[in-house]
Nanobody, 119 residues
Framework: QVQLVESGGGLVQPGGSLRLSCATS????????MGWYRQAPGKQRELVAT?????????ADSVKGRFTISRDNAKNTVSLHLQMNSLQPEDTAVYYC???????????WGQGTQVTVSS
């Protein structure tokens, strides 16, 4: 059973930083593309950043230069991270971790973590 569990959300002032993490139940070899998406109230879920199995990163224009996606494979399980700097109120949303499982080609989602940027 593939599990994704996000952490690291919270309330931050404009200009501040947060680091999101997504713990998975698999190794780096179990997943193809992995990524972060977000959904603001009243809006559709949108792509924030993705990373391929080969390490190629892709970012939404709205976060380029401010957000950095990364992953690590500590203790033989892969974790996905999103370092968010220079946060703005428009970054307020629920952030979701997503991963494509190599062995059944299914896409899995975490439960989401709330990020609120407000003074």
């Amino acid at each position: 059973q593939v599990q994704l569990v996000e952490s690291g959300g919270g309330l931050v002032q404009p200009g501040g930083s947060l680091r999101l993490s997504c713990a998975t139940s698999g190794t780096i070899f179990d997943f193809n593309n992995m990524g972060w998406y977000r959904q603001a109230p009243g809006k559709q879920r949108e792509l924030v950043a993705t990373i391929t199995s080969g390490g190629i990163r892709n970012y939404a224009d709205s976060v380029k230069g401010r957000f950095t996606i990364s992953r690590d494979n500590a203790k033989n399980t892969v974790s996905l991270h999103l370092q968010m700097n220079s946060l703005q109120p428009e970054d307020t949303a629920v952030y979701y971790c997503n991963a494509n499982y190599r062995w059944n080609s299914r896409s899995y989602w975490g439960q989401g973590t709330q990020v609120t940027v407000s003074s």
